[in-house]
């Protein structure tokens, strides 16, 4: 009760919203920028179980966003040094890492255990496949993407929705530049919008894109 009072007094959650929350399990999918700060943030709401899945190894170009790791971690799986340091925040979430890529052959059973998945990657093909399998398991994916200063979030949910392949088209993989803080704040509203999902409260990103420009702090929400 003392941890998590500030979210109890909140009348959206409460004590019944916050044993909602202990009761979700929540896939991140990726843990470089985006997925640092969301891991964070869900093991700090008091998520019962956080599952990180990256078959990546640390570098120091990923030091200026992905938050979770350290000059001393450079050449270490993520998910290894993720999940050490994600245990060292609460020992009251179960974390539970997956040294590998999602792919279409374990995805689905991956996935299985999770409530929401979380899109904390940069790669077209794996939200596809994501999406895809969340859809067929009747699933929420909460997808965020970033580049530069600009940054989205939309939630897919099976047939309720859009599907994640017919609003966006695959694009080739390219180095593109980011500030750190663009991937702060989209993370930030991925968690925002998971929590939402968990408790029952507030608008969900359902069929609606949020865009946001940090650059002018400009933030619009398109219909899809």
Same mark, same amino acid.
């Given at each position: 009760?003392?941890?998590?009072?500030?979210?109890?007094?909140?009348?959206?959650?409460?004590?019944?919203?916050?044993?909602?929350?202990?009761?979700?399990?929540?896939?991140?999918?990726?843990?470089?920028?985006?997925?640092?700060?969301?891991?964070?943030?869900?093991?700090?709401?008091?998520?019962?179980?956080?599952?990180?899945?990256?078959?990546?190894?640390?570098?120091?170009?990923?030091?200026?966003?992905?938050?979770?790791?350290? %000059?001393?971690?450079?050449?270490?799986?993520?998910?290894?040094?993720?999940?050490?340091?994600?245990?060292?925040?609460?020992?009251?979430?179960?974390?539970?890492?997956?040294?590998?890529?999602?792919?279409?052959?374990?995805?689905? %059973?991956?996935?299985?255990?999770?409530?929401?998945?979380?899109?904390?990657?940069?790669?077209?093909?794996?939200?596809?496949?994501?999406?895809?399998?969340?859809?067929?398991?009747?699933? #929420?994916?909460? #997808?965020?993407?970033?580049?530069?200063?600009?940054?989205?979030?939309?939630?897919?949910?099976?047939?309720?929705? #859009?599907?994640?392949?017919?609003?966006?088209?695959?694009?080739?993989?390219?180095?593109?530049?980011?500030?750190?803080?663009?991937?702060?704040?989209?993370?930030?509203?991925?968690?925002?919008?998971?929590?939402?999902?968990?408790?029952?409260?507030?608008?969900?990103?359902?069929?609606?894109?949020?865009?946001?420009?940090?650059?002018?702090?400009?933030?619009?929400?398109?219909?899809?």
């Amino acid at each position: 009760m003392e941890r998590y009072s500030r979210q109890i007094a909140l009348a959206e959650i409460g004590v019944t919203g916050q044993r909602k929350i202990k009761g979700t399990k929540v896939l991140v999918v990726g843990v470089g920028g985006l997925g640092s700060v969301v891991a964070q943030y869900l093991v700090a709401a008091g998520v019962g179980k956080v599952g990180i899945v990256d078959g990546d190894s640390v570098s120091i170009s990923n030091l200026q966003r992905q938050i979770l790791y350290t %000059e001393q971690d450079i050449g270490k799986p993520k998910v290894e040094v993720a999940a050490n340091r994600l245990r060292a925040m609460s020992s009251a979430v179960e974390i539970v890492p997956y040294n590998t890529f999602l792919t279409a052959e374990n995805g689905a %059973e991956i996935i299985s255990d999770y409530d929401i998945v979380v899109d904390g990657g940069d790669n077209y093909a794996v939200r596809a496949v994501a999406e895809s399998i969340c859809a067929e398991q009747g699933k #929420h994916f909460v #997808h965020g993407a970033v580049e530069g200063f600009v940054g989205q979030v939309s939630v897919f949910w099976g047939d309720r929705t #859009h599907r994640y392949s017919d609003i966006f088209e695959p694009m080739p993989r390219v180095e593109k530049g980011i500030i750190g803080a663009t991937v702060g704040v989209v993370a930030a509203a991925e968690v925002s919008e998971s929590l939402k999902i968990i408790c029952g409260y507030g608008e969900v990103l359902y069929n609606k894109l949020w865009r946001v420009d940090l650059r002018t702090m400009n933030c619009e929400i398109f219909e899809l």
